[in-house]
């Protein structure tokens, strides 16, 4: 199945250092979502997206729905160790409620 | 307001067995998804259901799984007979699925996973 692209694919980064990660497609798609996954845990929503050219915050985390609708952008500031963890983008389309996962960018924050 | 319910957490079956998995959605939530996810993968849709018909199963192996949502609530997923190449979590997911001018409806939430090894 379809799946994707995101980059980069994992990263090592120093506590309190900013992060960035992207995601992008061929398709275009009205929603984008970011979610982070915990080993052994399900994923769960960071930041939805319903427009294009969107930015939104909670807490550190900024996320911006690409104004071509067909990419996303996750920020990560002054990371913390909690921040370790899978993050997963995911591009919907409205009508269908179809959902496509990106392969993932796993962080590892060094103390 | 309860989140998507699933069990077993973990399951641990010899090849060629059998195992089912279960979920409960978010309370009124149309849509059900079931992903499948592969150690070091994102997850990827095996069957999405809309209320209790199912909208795609296109990535479902039908010669050994099967899933069903008789009253448009609960769903089960069943692997028989189980392949060493199944081991991973299964994720069930869902939304609201309604249509709004700002999307909203879209939003998607998962269950923590049943988390399978076949051995």
């Known amino acids: ?111 | 307001e309860a989140g998507v319910a699933q069990s077993p957490r973990y399951k641990i079956i010899e090849k060629r067995q059998s195992v089912a998995f279960w979920c409960n959605p978010i309370s009124g939530h149309a849509t059900l998804y079931w992903y499948q996810q592969i150690l070091g993968q994102g997850p990827k849709l095996l069957i999405q259901f809309q209320n209790n018909g199912v909208v795609d199963d296109s990535q479902l192996p039908k010669d050994r799984f099967s899933a069903e949502r008789l009253k448009g609530v609960d769903s089960t997923l069943k692997i028989q007979p189980a392949k060493l190449e199944d081991s991973a979590v299964y994720l069930c997911a869902s939304s609201l699925s309604f249509a709004s001018r700002d999307y909203s409806g879209n939003t998607i939430y998962f269950g923590e996973g049943s988390w399978l090894t076949v051995v």
């Open chain 1, 1 to 111: 199945g379809q799946q994707l692209n995101q980059s980069p694919q994992s990263m090592f980064i120093q506590e309190g250092e900013d992060v960035s990660m992207n995601c992008t497609s061929s398709s275009i798609f009205n929603t984008w979502l970011w979610y982070k996954q915990d080993p052994g845990e399900g994923p769960v929503l960071l930041i939805a997206l319903y427009k294009a050219g969107e930015l939104t915050s909670n807490g550190r985390l900024t996320a911006q729905f690409g104004i071509t609708r067909k990419d996303s952008f996750l920020n990560i500031s002054a990371s913390i160790p909690s921040d370790v963890g899978i993050y997963f983008c995911a591009g919907g389309t409205s009508g269908t409620y179809k959902y496509i996962f990106g392969t993932g960018t796993r962080l590892k924050v060094l103390a």
